[in-house]
């Protein structure tokens, strides 16, 4: 008796302990994309994966805002969502906030695409990467995207008609005209309301279906790490190009100042930085060979004198290609104007420097050398009849009276007038 009593006493504290325990509280992982799409992003979204998978998370939502960005980078995002074996939910916020070509194939891939009032969705035509492409690959490039995004508007139950117009003819709408178009699921105010509206959504898995249970779900921002903010950082254009700009002067200035060593390897460093920059953003070669033509002429300036015409010269080309840098369409990406009218007055400025203190060297009187005694003056220590000796600038040194018919007695000051060899050619100092 006394053992069965101890049995039940210890099952009562069992299930006591057990329901004492905190029960596991449903979560909604948060993966924020504001910029182009890159292999940053991309290694992002898996890493967002793997967390929610792990935490096992009710889903995880991307907050996206993005003009576009890199096709390999897209596919790889949109492959993962594609076989993610949680729910993925984009939401394109915050107001103001758009999902441009890339963006689209990846709205289009969530299991729930949302939208806030005020964003939009589209323009989705592929850009060329700094390569001209013939009219022959061009519609190849077009068909592959085209297909690629309406196979993944069928897997989703989208819109797949309007997601061909997006990449045909990057047609571009509002997040109440996509609503009504079936390209997105719902409209939300902000992200507590839209775990409120998905809140008891069901999503069909392969093996399985999942209901989810948003409602009072707890919030949980992905942090970026430093590495990512960084690399992130580099994707904006006029990042890439200040730092091409930054890698020009630096170039320049060990040119300038050969052995400097500071200027040629913070140059190269930022340019080498603008280059994996330029690979995230649809460049056009034109803009790229003007602005390498800017260059050329800018060390031109510096070992042949031209006056300003090779400087005039490269700054018209830093312009016309920083203007041209950017593919223009790229609706979305873009330089902004401040910058290459900020770039173009330093460099030119710089340059109007250089220019001037070359003039100056050039035409200023020599101050070493026999050159520098011309128009000296110094004091006859012999008579010159017409050959003697003068004192001049601490030295003694042998002279001739520049007319032979001049005699020039000891004592009386000279200026000289030439050279002839190591001899100098003065006359009579006229009082």
């Not at 139950?157 to 061909?164: M, R, V």
């Not at 890698?247 to 140059?267: D, K, N, R």
Request: charged fraction near 20%; glycine fraction near 8%.
């Amino acid at each position: 008796m006394k053992k069965e009593i101890e049995i039940i006493i210890l099952l009562i504290i069992l299930v006591s302990f057990i329901f004492c325990l905190p029960a596991k509280s449903e979560n909604v992982q948060v993966l924020t994309i504001n910029g182009p799409i890159s292999p940053v992003t991309a290694n992002r979204l898996e890493k967002a994966l793997n967390i929610a998978i792990k935490e096992k998370s009710e889903c995880l939502v991307i907050e996206l805002d993005t003009p576009g960005g890199l096709d390999t980078s897209m596919r790889q995002m949109t492959k993962a969502m594609l076989n993610s074996t949680i729910p993925v939910v984009v939401y394109v916020s915050p107001k103001g906030a758009r999902a441009a070509s890339a963006g689209v194939f990846i709205t289009l891939a969530a299991h729930i695409a949302a939208m806030a009032p005020g964003t939009n969705i589209g323009a989705a035509h592929p850009v060329a990467m700094g390569m001209q492409m013939d009219e022959e690959t061009k519609e190849k490039v077009l068909n592959d995207a085209s297909a690629y995004i309406k196979s993944i508007a069928q897997k989703r139950g989208k819109n797949a008609q309007w997601a061909e117009e997006a990449v045909r003819k990057s047609v571009s709408i509002t997040e109440t005209e996509a609503l009504k178009l079936g390209v997105i699921d719902l409209i939300a105010e902000d992200l507590s309301e839209l775990l409120q509206k998905i809140d008891g959504k069901k999503i069909e898995f392969p093996k399985r279906i999942v209901v989810l249970k948003t409602k009072k779900a707890e919030i949980c921002f992905i942090p970026s790490s430093f590495q990512e903010k960084f690399l992130q950082t580099l994707a904006d254009p006029n990042i890439a190009y200040i730092l091409m700009m930054i890698g020009i002067l630096g170039i320049i200035m060990e040119f300038l100042h050969p052995g400097a060593i500071l200027p040629g390897v913070v140059g190269t460093t930022c340019l080498i930085l603008s280059l994996f920059s330029l690979q995230v953003v649809p460049f056009t070669l034109a803009g790229i060979f003007l602005i390498i033509l800017a260059v050329i002429l800018f060390l031109l300036e510096i070992k042949v004198t031209s006056y300003g015409a090779l400087t005039i010269g490269g700054v018209i080309a830093l312009i016309l290609g920083s203007l041209m840098l950017i593919d223009p369409s790229a609706l979305y990406i873009s330089i902004s104007l401040k910058y290459i009218i900020l770039a173009a007055a330093l460099i030119s400025g710089f340059f109007v420097f250089v220019i001037t203190y070359v003039v100056k060297a050039r035409v200023k009187r020599p101050v070493t050398g026999p050159e520098g005694m011309i128009g000296r003056e110094g004091v006859a220590k012999t008579n010159l009849n017409p050959y003697g000796k003068i004192w001049i600038w601490g030295e003694m040194w042998n002279a001739r009276a520049e007319f032979p018919e001049e005699i020039i007695k000891k004592g009386e000051k000279v200026e000289v007038r030439g050279l002839e060899g190591m001899r100098l050619i003065v006359k009579k100092k006229e009082v």
